[in-house]
């Protein structure tokens, strides 16, 4: 079992950047293979970002390639998203996943366990 606690979401104005974190419990949270998805309201929840469980491979959403930064710490067992130009669009409820193994995913059905999702408005 992996427990997963997202941080770090607020209100920015477009333009500005934000860092989430992901802080990970369980057996095998440092070596999962993570990923970020957002849900905006009346959407389906979407691909952002994902890690492999060694941090050797990432992969991005095109609409936030550039923009955006995945990131592991597997000695605090933490996963970070850094957001920079967020835009209004990027406006969502951001959710840490984690997939039993460690190859990247993009489909939210490939992960096991998630977080209960932290806020991100952009204002224009």
């Known amino acids: 079992q992996v427990q997963l606690v997202e941080s770090g979401g607020g209100l920015v104005q477009a333009g500005g950047s934000l860092r989430l974190s992901c802080a990970a419990a369980g057996r095998t949270a440092s070596s999962s293979a993570m990923g970020w998805f957002r849900q905006a309201p009346g959407k389906e929840r979407e691909f952002v970002a994902t890690i492999s469980g060694a941090g050797y491979s990432t992969g991005y959403a095109e609409s936030v390639k550039g923009r955006f930064t995945i990131s592991r710490d597997n000695a605090k067992s933490t996963v970070y998203l850094q957001m920079n130009s967020l835009q209004p669009e990027d406006t969502g409820n951001y959710y840490c996943?984690?997939?039993?193994?460690?190859?990247?995913?993009?489909?939210?059905?490939?992960?096991?366990?998630w977080g209960q999702g932290t806020q991100v408005t952009v204002s224009s």
């Open positions: 996943a984690a997939r039993r193994g460690v190859i990247t995913g993009r489909e939210p059905s490939q992960y096991d366990y």
